[in-house]
């Protein structure tokens, strides 16, 4: 039977099988993954990479894995829908390791996430003098070791009075700068009516007394006072309550998880944080904090920096203690090999960057001992000098030899070299992708006549003629994190990179102590645009309220109608155009909206047309489609905006695609289409070829040309050699990372660069140049 025959070599259980996907861009794709090998997904942004390998591979293989639980069980995890294919076969559990931000709170350390820390502490428990006791004595995160004082934070919190108090004001007229206890608030009338001080005076020019009066009352709680509330003469009683007692009440000594976001982050801006007196920032209790390894306390050895802790530990031979030690070593240098030897154990996850969270995401995987499974990286690179990417390329490699199937996607040609497999997507992005147009070794794609082959075959010089600067803006005495007091001069006018291995120090110099000194520079990141779930890229870009204006105009109606955010909007579905129906232990559905068909508007607002098309049908069109029907109602300002989308190189979204399902660059591209009509303004960005393929790279620069050409400074912080080769001027940090960085090692051109020794950025440099 030749059919049962063809199955049979189809499914041979040494792939993973494809049949027919269609998930988002998707065209019937049909793929046979190796098993057991390294796969890297390659292709320009939008082509359809993330949509084969996470929203079809991993959803489904967890989606299989949950199935095989209990209902019991299945209720209690989270619930996948199944992916739009025909058939995915021979899947194996998939664990994904992405770069999403690790659970940011502060209890969460380098130390706990790699669960080195708890290693360390069996060696404090085990082998110091004097011993405070068994394991948990000597955790942070349970009460018989954490610091009384500060409940095992390491710092504590209190309100910033320089900043709520303007000293040069009276009470009267505005002292309090924090906006709900201020003038003409509720709050406030305590302190503009008080009798007891004198609301005229200045803040500054209190006496003790009165500023302790002020802050903390009589030192007798709240009192009844009458005083009058209002100018037409009324009186009331009002206590009196002092306003540090206040703000410590309301906002300090409870669960601030009840309050919204908003009045979180405003009376976050309001607090200083000091490091634990008590602990000094140590976290733990002084028991713990007097036992001693090698003379070193668990504190100091959380304070190092992982490549020294190794030494330290390394010298312990002794033959009880020596094996924890020795596992504590191994662990610590699955840290360094991947590059990250600069941290220390008791850095707070919530600071890193994504790269090295999905780095050290990895740590944890490295050190397991499971095989079989599915590993999913998404472009592992980031963050990561051309020096590190090949020890990367090392623990990739390594995964796979203990009998995994590793899948990643990727954009930078070392990884792509390492691969067993490469599949590129493409042709092109959004509905122009979609397609696989090469598989097969990384060999056979450098030959391959597509965008990637065509990419991988060229070799580019630095570049010959850099702009001239036409200013200069000083980073003065910079001493944060490990910069080692660095003033260095930054071009006006021109496009600076910032260059450096990991942990070198580059975003300190240039997120914090370049944007302190010159506050009116533009940060364009990539994190998400703080809208509703429901923006896109025509109400982002202001579009939307024109569309509603010309349809409003030309149906004699009203531009409310045309907003699938009130009136307009289907009922049924409230202007969603999908119903999710969540089916307790089955899986959820997501089903379109029967009475609009997914168009989100009433009947009556779809029939309202202009030039034959709907306002749904306005939001269906790309940007490059929109700028054609605009073309018969000129309209400047959405002219301007969907040209900017173009100059960004998003004509492929659809105006009305939720920017919830954009990838970091494509957000941070879509923020940059908004500013690019300004000129004399700096801007900063950080490593913005994060996502981009080789191609989309060419895009980028030729934006980063027009935002200097307009006559703005832009200033990148980037490991990717073509941007490198690009800029008019770098600026290297070095020589290494951590407390061996943090110097400018060197600063002049591209091609001055090519000639500079001790730094790894131009040895790299000079590797690449054709
Ligand atoms: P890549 O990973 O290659 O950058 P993606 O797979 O993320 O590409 O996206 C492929 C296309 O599908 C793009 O046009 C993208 O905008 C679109 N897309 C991705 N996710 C969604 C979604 N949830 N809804 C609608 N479109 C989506
Ligand atoms: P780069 O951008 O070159 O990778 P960073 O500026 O992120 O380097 O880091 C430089 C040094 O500062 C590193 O040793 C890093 O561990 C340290 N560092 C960065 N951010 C923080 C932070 N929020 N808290 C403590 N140390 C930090
Ligand atoms: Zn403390
Ligand atoms: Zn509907």
Redesign the pocket.
Known sequence: DPSSDQRNSLYDHQHITLTGARE??LKEVDLRIPKGRLTVFT??????????VF?TIAVESQRQLNETFTWFVRNRLPKYERPHADAIEDLAPAIVVDQRPIGGHSRSTVGTMTDIHSVIRVLFSRHGTPSAGGATAYSFNDPSGMCPRCDGIGRTVRPDYDRILDPARSLADGAILFPPFAVGTWQGQTYTHTTDLDTHKPVGEFTAAERRFLLRGDGRGARKRKVSVDNTGGSRDIDYEGLADRFERLYLNRDLSALAQRTRDLVQSFLVEDRCPACDGARLNPAALATRVEGLSIADCARMEVTDLIAVLGRIDDPVAGPVAGAAVAALERVEAIGLGYLSLDRETSTLSGGEGQRLKMVRHLGSSLTGMTYIFDEPSVGLHPRDVGRLGDLLLRLRDKGNTVLV?EHDPDVIALADHVVD?GPA???D??LVVFEGTPRGLRDADTLTGRCLRRARGVKDRPRERTGDMWIKDADLHNLRNVSVRVPAGVLTAVTGVAGSGKSTLVSRSFVEQHPDAVVVDQSSIGISGRSTPATYLGIMDRVRGLFARHTGTEPGLFSFNSRGACESCQGRGIIYSDLAFMDPVTTTCEACAGRRFKDEVLRLTVGGRSVADVLDMTAEQAIAFFADFPDTAVRRRLDALRNVGLT??TLG??LS???GG?RQRVKLATRLHRTGAVYILDEPTT?LHMADVDGLLALLDRLVDAGNTVLVVEHDLEVVKHADWVIDLGPDGGKHGGQVVFEGTPRELLAARGSFTAEHLRGSVG
Do not use: I, R
């Not at 292709?43 to 084969?52: A, E, N, P, T």
């Open positions: 988002n861009n292709g320009v942004s939008g082509s359809g990479k993330s949509s084969v929203d996607v997507m992005a959004g509905t992708g979609g492929y979204l695609q939720p399902t954009l990838s494509e996502g």
